[in-house]
């Protein structure tokens, strides 16, 4: 579980100390957590799955039939799944510094802005 939690923070770009502040959760449980002394009761694990938008199975297992939970989310990873092209562009994005990403994104805005 923690391996999953692990790559969702990372994902995010949150620490460890983040999430707990952000969920008011003691940065103690996710220490004992992390060192396999302890595993977080139902709710705390559905409030950490709640933050990330993914399932609790998900979160637990690393598998689920529904990642997200968000059914916006959800549509938007289909789209990008189905098509090469925007596969291509959240690839390279992936790996783009801060500044890139700035550079994209007000790219994409002024594209769509010209086209409204």
């Known amino acids: 579980m923690w391996e999953v939690f692990d790559r969702l923070r990372e994902g995010r770009g949150v620490t460890v100390y983040q999430v707990a502040k952000d969920l008011g959760i003691n940065p103690s449980m996710f220490s004992n957590w992390k060192a396999g002394r302890y595993v977080p009761k139902q709710d705390k694990l559905q409030l950490i799955a709640d933050y990330f938008g993914v399932t609790l199975e998900y979160l637990m297992t690393g598998e689920?039939?529904?990642?997200?939970?968000?059914?916006?989310t959800a549509e938007m990873a289909q789209k990008i799944f189905e098509?090469?092209?925007l596969r291509l562009l959240f690839d390279v994005a992936a790996d783009a510094t801060p500044e890139q990403l700035k550079l994209l994104h007000d790219l994409?805005?002024?594209?769509k802005v010209?086209?409204?």
Request: hydrophobic share 15%; charged share 25%.
């Open 64 to 72: 689920t039939s529904e990642y997200y939970t968000n059914p916006e």
């Open 83 to 85: 098509n090469k092209d």
């Open 108 to 111: 994409a805005l002024s594209w």
């Open 114 to 116: 010209s086209n409204d």
